[in-house]
């Protein structure tokens, strides 16, 4: 049976029988024996293997080139090279796919804007292998973190006919012939439908039920942003807590964070020492910080006030009453505070019509949480669970009532105190491996323009 990489290089004894198989990182040849480096995606290690002539299958030695893929019996024994505890000594080889000169990734040292344009290629680069591998680590340690706490992993729909956000940000959803996209009624679903922006209301419509809950899945934007944090298709983590307020959602937001990531600290060593190496030497660091103390907690009137007395000059003036930019944001978390701070009770005018309107009349209890380096990597907030004013949110963000009448009844039939928030999980991912761009983190980048798989 065939071994994978990752466990042969961690194996406890020598082994006189294993089977291998992956592709060929370098080959080198000396008189009467070649040296192979094979890497499986298992891990980011290669296995080194010692393959003498004139063994099966070293008559194709020559095709056993960078990017070809092939298999491999032989023996595990102590290795006598340095850094490595093991290496195979070779039975017998098989070529199963030449890689031949045009191979992309003959070389090292390619640029991500390079790598990007062959993104079908680039997990095979150590990198992009440790990048996914965190990914999947990180989907993992979500699921486990809401499990253990007796959270419902909720479905929520990626179709829909709700706009969560109000920002008017959607794809649009159609079976209609080009010549006939605008005769709604006749559409498949009679009406006009989106891709998600977020599965929160449905998500309510759970937890008002099930009191715990989350959903992790993909949500959709067409927002025309150009940067390197957002992506038109991204995957968010939303838990929903019934019997919740705002605090108690800060809480949580900062328990999971923490939790995340000490288990990418603990669980993917190896592959965040990568990333520390060729992309962010401060990583470690960066990381500590986040499990070694409490965030900072401040309400958006007071973060205005020390943006406004910092005396720096941003380039979007900030007073009470705007929107803070990513520079605000930025200034708040790795200037001022050092550490991941939470931002709440922000003005009810920029903010969408779900969130629960505070006793000043002013604010509306949402949070955000920041952390270095990304600014946003948290939006949430207590929902408005009183019916009346949820209505009146209705009508004051020029919400169609009737077409939100399911998420009122919520209100109107045994309403309760709730809250929730959204996790971006690729700012996550940027955040614990410190790749600066939301494309790299992502396997199949989508954003304005880009959509080549
Ligand atoms: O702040 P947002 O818009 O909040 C919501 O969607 C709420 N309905 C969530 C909730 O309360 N259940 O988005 C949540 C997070 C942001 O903080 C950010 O990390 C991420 O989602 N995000 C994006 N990530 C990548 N690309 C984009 N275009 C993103 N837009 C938001
Ligand atoms: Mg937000």
């Not at 956000?165 to 006749?186: N, Q």
């Amino acid at each position: 049976m065939r071994s994978l990489i990752k466990h042969v290089l961690t194996s406890k004894e020598a082994t006189d029988s294993i089977h291998v198989a992956g592709w060929v990182r370098t080959r080198r040849d000396s008189k009467g024996f070649s040296f192979l480096e094979l890497n499986d995606g298992s891990c980011l290690g290669n296995l080194q293997i010692v393959t003498d002539a004139g063994i099966p299958g070293y008559e194709d030695i020559q095709s056993m080139t960078t990017g070809a893929s092939v298999e491999i019996t032989g023996k595990l024994v102590p290795s006598p090279a340095k850094g490595q505890a093991w290496e195979m000594q070779a039975a017998s080889l098989k070529l199963l796919g030449a890689a031949p000169d045009d191979y992309p990734l003959q070389k090292k040292g390619h640029t991500p804007e390079f790598l990007r344009s062959i993104a079908h290629l680039r997990p095979r680069t150590n990198l992009f292998g440790a990048a996914f591998r965190i990914r999947s680590r990180m989907s993992y340690a979500i699921h486990r973190f809401f499990q253990e706490r007796d959270f419902v992993y909720a479905h929520t729909p990626v179709i829909t006919a709700s706009d969560c956000e109000g920002a008017g940000e959607m794809f649009r959803v159609t079976s209609l012939p080009d010549d006939k996209i605008s005769r709604d009624t006749e559409d498949f679903f009679g009406k006009r439908a989106f891709l998600t922006v977020s599965g929160q209301l449905e998500g309510e419509a759970m937890a008002c039920a099930l009191s715990n809950v989350y959903t992790f899945g993909p949500t959709f934007r067409a927002e025309n942003s150009h940067t390197s944090r957002h992506a038109a298709e991204f995957w968010m983590v939303e838990p929903e807590m019934a019997f919740c307020d705002l605090a108690g959602d800060i809480d949580v937001a900062e328990e999971m964070m923490q939790f995340l990531v000490k288990e990418a600290l603990e669980g993917q060593e190896e592959d965040l020492s990568i990333c520390e190496k060729f992309v962010d030497k401060t990583l470690r660091q960066r990381l500590e910080n986040v499990i070694e103390k409490p965030f900072q907690r401040i309400s958006y009137t007071d973060a205005v006030k020390l943006l406004e007395e910092s005396g720096k000059s941003f380039q979007y003036p900030v007073k009470w009453g705007v929107n803070l930019q990513s520079e605000h944001e930025r200034w708040l978390t790795e200037e001022y505070f050092k550490q991941p701070t939470v931002v709440y009770n922000y003005p009810k005018e920029i903010k969408p019509f779900y969130m629960r309107v505070n006793d000043d009349g002013k604010t509306v209890t949402a949070m955000d949480v920041l952390v270095p380096g990304i600014g946003e990597i948290i939006g949430g907030a207590q929902r408005e669970e009183r019916y009346d004013v949820l209505l009146e949110n209705f009508k004051h963000h020029g919400i169609d009532a009737e077409a939100y009448a399911w998420y009122a009844d919520l209100r109107k039939f045994g309403s309760v105190p709730h809250a929730g928030f959204g996790l971006g999980f690729e700012r996550l991912l940027m955040f614990v491996t410190g790749i600066s761009n939301i494309r790299d983190v992502i396997p199949f980048p989508r954003t304005p323009g880009h959509c080549e798989y």
